[in-house]
């Protein structure tokens, strides 16, 4: 008997959201899985976002990313933030739920498949020391590092590092939230050599106003990296 079958006998699997029974490990049950907001079909080729209508393979962009000024090249999300979404983001967060880290990593391993690119670095957006502390863990590190797994990329925790601590975003006007971000991040000299001249994806638990990937990708260029794209695990929608 392997290791997984022997678990399985001690530890029969369960829903990763309700504790109901399920056939497979790391899985959502049929209830959950409805209620969980899993984007699909078209979306905006820069945040994720769905788009309402278009053609399969058709390239569109929602109404803020054609305002706003987005860094980086292509981006992705693997939830809505509302729902099951909402719930399991912040048990992913602050319920120290690092068995959530798995299949989160495959859902957004399944979303970010259309930008991945060959040699991409994966990079998680760091958590300042200060609340890494607090928080013991930084769940944009986890996620990456499953996300490289799947796609057989390298990954790289510590490519970005903070330059100064943010404090906390929530309460921010999107003018507010881009104001204390910039110059939030840098690439420390160490891991210039890496970065260089590489494809960078950037991995977060959750894109808001995209400040945080913005100012993430500001630091990758400036230490020279050839593009940049970004994948949230989930997308706040505006009216969500
Ligand atoms: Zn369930
Ligand atoms: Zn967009």
């Not at 100012?215 to 593009?227: D, G, I, K, M, V």
Request: charged share 20%.
């Amino acid at each position: 008997m392997g290791m997984q079958a022997a678990l399985h006998l001690l530890y029969p699997p369960q829903c990763i959201s309700c504790d109901a029974a399920v056939t497979t490990d790391f899985g959502l049950c049929g209830a959950c899985w409805r209620e969980t907001p899993f984007i699909v079909g078209l979306v905006c080729d820069r945040c994720g976002l769905p788009l309402p209508g278009g053609e399969p393979g058709e390239t569109a962009l929602c109404d803020d990313c054609m305002t706003i000024a987005r860094p980086w090249g292509q981006g992705r999300a693997a939830l809505l933030y509302q729902d099951n979404g909402r719930r399991l983001i912040l048990a992913l967060k602050h319920g120290d739920r690092l068995d959530l880290a798995r299949p989160a990593g495959a859902w957004l391993h399944r979303a970010a498949a259309p930008i991945l690119r060959p040699g991409m670095l994966v990079v998680p957006v760091p958590l300042h020391l200060s609340r890494l502390f607090r928080r013991r863990y930084n769940q944009a590190a986890l996620l990456s590092k499953a996300v490289a797994g799947l796609a057989g990329l390298d990954h790289c925790p510590d490519a970005l590092v903070r330059s100064r601590n943010t404090g906390t975003q929530d309460g921010r006007t999107r003018d507010g939230r881009l104001a204390n971000l910039a110059g939030a991040f840098r690439v420390p000299p160490r891991r210039r050599r890496l970065v260089e001249d590489r494809d960078i994806l950037v991995v977060d638990d959750v894109m808001t106003s995209g400040a945080t990937f913005a100012a993430a990708t500001e630091a990758l260029h400036a230490a020279n990296a050839r593009s940049v794209c970004v994948v949230a695990l989930a997308r706040v929608a505006k009216d969500g």
